[in-house]
């Protein structure tokens, strides 16, 4: 059990729509990263939050935003959405200070028709 | 050259066989370094993460790493049924916890019984 929780867990929505995904991070811990695995590939960095703010970006575009609450719980919001973005979407809380190796949520199964 | 170098398989093995997998990666500035188990329609699993050149033994597997080369390998001895799965090597640059993990495209793994 890792303790990060991903809702929902699948979703459809038509090309051009928006969808929200949303994440509930570990207790204690101040940072959440979101990663978009395509099918057959590895997963890939969209952004990280630490402590409500974005420190760090991966190669996507404007369209993929996120949030952070006080709570430390996220979500990251994909607007106009393009068949490519069809994916598994993964989070993983982290404590932002030290080391801890990133243990991801259940994740969310995205499918843009 | 990708950053993360994995052969994609499949790799088949007999049970109870020594499974071995293999990753290199590009930056040498690279410092910490993981193996993630995924099984089909499912999310990463972290089962290994070493940072020190050398051999890492946690019960059936071990994860051993040279930097000078840098590769990383990851062996699973006694190879069962439940160990068929994509295994995904990712590295991270720094060993702070807000620091972007970079994944390979992973190893499809099948113990054949």
Not at chain 1, 57 to 71: A, I, K, T, W
Not at chain 1, 81 to 105: M, R, V, W
Not at chain 2, 25 to 40: A, C, E, I, L, P
């Amino acid at each position: 059990e890792t303790g990060v929780t991903q809702s929902p867990t699948h979703l459809i929505k038509t090309r051009g729509q928006q969808v929200t995904l949303r994440c509930s991070s570990q207790s204690g811990h101040n940072t959440v990263s979101w990663y978009q695995q395509a099918l057959g590939q590895g997963p890939q960095f969209i952004f990280q939050y630490y402590r409500e703010e974005e420190n760090g970006r991966g190669n996507f575009p404007p369209r993929f935003s996120g949030l952070q609450f006080p709570n430390y719980s996220s979500e990251l919001n994909v607007n106009a959405l393009e068949l490519d973005d069809s994916a598994l979407y993964l989070c993983a809380s982290s404590l932002g200070e030290g080391d801890s190796p990133l243990h991801f949520g259940n994740g969310t199964r995205l499918t843009v028709t | 050259q990708k950053e993360v170098e994995q052969n994609s398989g499949p790799l088949s093995v007999p049970e109870g066989a020594i499974a071995s997998l293999n990753c290199t990666y590009s930056d040498r500035g690279s410092q910490s370094f993981f193996w993630y188990r995924q099984y089909s329609g499912k999310s990463p699993e972290l089962i290994m993460f070493i940072y020190s050149n050398g051999d890492k033994e946690d019960g059936r597997f071990t994860a051993q790493l040279n930097k000078a080369s840098q590769y990383v390998s990851l062996l699973i001895r006694d190879s069962q049924p439940s160990d068929s799965a994509t295994y995904l090597c990712a590295v991270k640059r720094s060993n702070f916890g807000n620091e972007k993990l970079t994944f390979g495209t992973g190893t499809r793994l099948t113990i054949i019984p």
